[in-house]
């Protein structure tokens, strides 16, 4: 079936750096990927649609300077922290939909980022 | 617009009870409904999908669900609950669209007690 990669699984970094989190699609096209945010104990949020080759489309409030959105392949998209503080911490996970068989949603096994 | 209520945010049963978790949906059209469970630090596990069809639905580890569309529910029921069945729970709603995201409900943590 499909599969979803997504690295780190965790990575620790200090206030005002950056972080890059990939969400790989292994063994399918993925043109659509989906970020998703997960605060402890809590649902997912969706954050934004990734489109390979163009802008992602960001839900309401969400920055769109803060988590940046790169999706340049079929099979890669990227979800950017920029100047992260510790209220970004969290937990990350991306999901894909293999557009020639609908069988579900693919989840990558998510990123935990902790800000210090 | 969709949107998934899970009521009960904590379910608590003992090993070999009956497991039912609810879930009701709003949907201006037809639905593709879900359930997930996640373990802790993990991803997302598909349990099982409705999308046309039987209404009464099979998944993976004994666990089944029914779409009535009279109630806008798809409760998540397992006849006997394990040990192993201790973990959080999905139900997600989306829109047979590409490009659609899922929906999810707030979630429910199953407990099982021995």
């Not at chain 2, 409705?50 to 569309?69: D, H």
Request: net charge neutral; proline share 3%.
């Amino acid at each position: 079936g499909a599969v979803v990669s997504q690295h780190p699984s965790r990575v620790i970094c200090k206030s005002g750096t950056s972080v890059k989190i990939e969400c790989r699609s292994l063994d399918f096209q993925a043109t659509t990927m989906f970020w998703y945010r997960q605060f402890p104990k809590q649902s997912l949020m969706l954050m934004a649609t990734s489109n390979e080759g163009s802008k992602a489309t960001y839900e309401q409030g969400v920055e769109k300077d803060k988590f940046l959105i790169n999706h340049a392949s079929l099979t890669l998209s990227t979800l950017t922290v920029t100047s992260a503080h510790p209220e970004d911490s969290s937990f990350y996970i991306c999901s894909a939909r293999d557009p020639l068989s609908y069988d579900g949603y693919t989840f990558g096994s998510g990123t935990r980022l902790t800000v210090v | 617009a969709q949107s998934v209520t899970q009521l009960g945010s904590h379910v608590s049963v003992s090993e070999g009870a009956l497991v039912l978790l609810r879930c009701n949906y709003s949907s201006s059209v037809p639905p593709y409904l879900f359930w997930y469970v996640q373990y802790p630090n993990q991803g997302l596990q598909l349990l099982l999908k409705y999308t046309t069809g039987a209404t009464l639905v099979k998944g993976i580890n004994g666990f089944e669900a029914e779409f009535k569309k009279s109630e806008t529910s798809f409760h998540l029921t397992k006849p006997s609950a394990h040990m192993s069945d201790a973990a959080e729970y999905f139900c997600a709603v989306s829109l047979n669209q590409a490009g659609t995201a899922l929906i999810f409900g707030k979630g429910t943590t199953l407990s099982v007690s021995s």
